[in-house]
């Protein structure tokens, strides 16, 4: 039937873990792509998806935070996040404050144009994967979203060796 997922059937050769590794983090890899292939071509024109993750996230937390904690939280070099917030202040989607206690740190909000942006974007793209989830079935994401959760916790500690 048109638009439903093929089911794969693990072979023989993906019952060790390094191939059941190797086959998990393909798919991962697959569907990254193709959502932020589908995402990306949803969001409104000048908007990356890195613009709309850091202000999808000033929003959710509804507090400032400095470059640093926005890098960390992105996993991405303080560079690469010092250029994406230049772009979001520069289209004034965010404000970037100094820190009235320490000059050398800055503090970030997303301003009232960056909450309007954010707002556009999830009401452009959110009926698109709407629609995957509706593909795939409700209970489906539902049952796969706790193992999803999971790997992304243990890859999170898998990155943070020396805190162990």
Do not use: C, Y
Request: charge should be neutral; glycine fraction near 6%; charged fraction near 25%.
């Amino acid at each position: 039937m048109p638009g439903k997922p093929v089911e794969h059937q693990p072979s023989g050769t993906e019952g060790s873990a390094d191939a059941l590794a190797a086959s998990l983090f393909s798919e991962v890899f697959i569907a990254d792509q193709l959502a932020r292939d589908l995402i990306g071509k949803s969001l409104p024109k000048g908007m990356q998806i890195s613009h709309f993750s850091v202000l999808n996230l000033l929003a959710h937390l509804g507090v400032e935070r400095s470059p640093a904690e926005l890098a960390e939280a992105f996993h991405v070099t303080r560079g690469a996040m010092t250029n994406t917030l230049s772009r979001l202040e520069w289209a004034g989607h965010i404000h970037i404050r100094p820190d009235w206690d320490d000059a050398r740190r800055k503090f970030v909000a997303i301003s009232p144009a960056g909450r309007a942006a954010r707002d556009a974007a999830l009401a452009a793209f959110m009926p698109r994967i709407g629609d995957v989830v509706r593909e795939i079935g409700a209970e489906r994401v539902r049952a796969a979203l706790p193992v999803l959760r999971l790997l992304r916790r243990q890859l999170e500690e898998a990155l943070r060796p020396e805190e162990r």
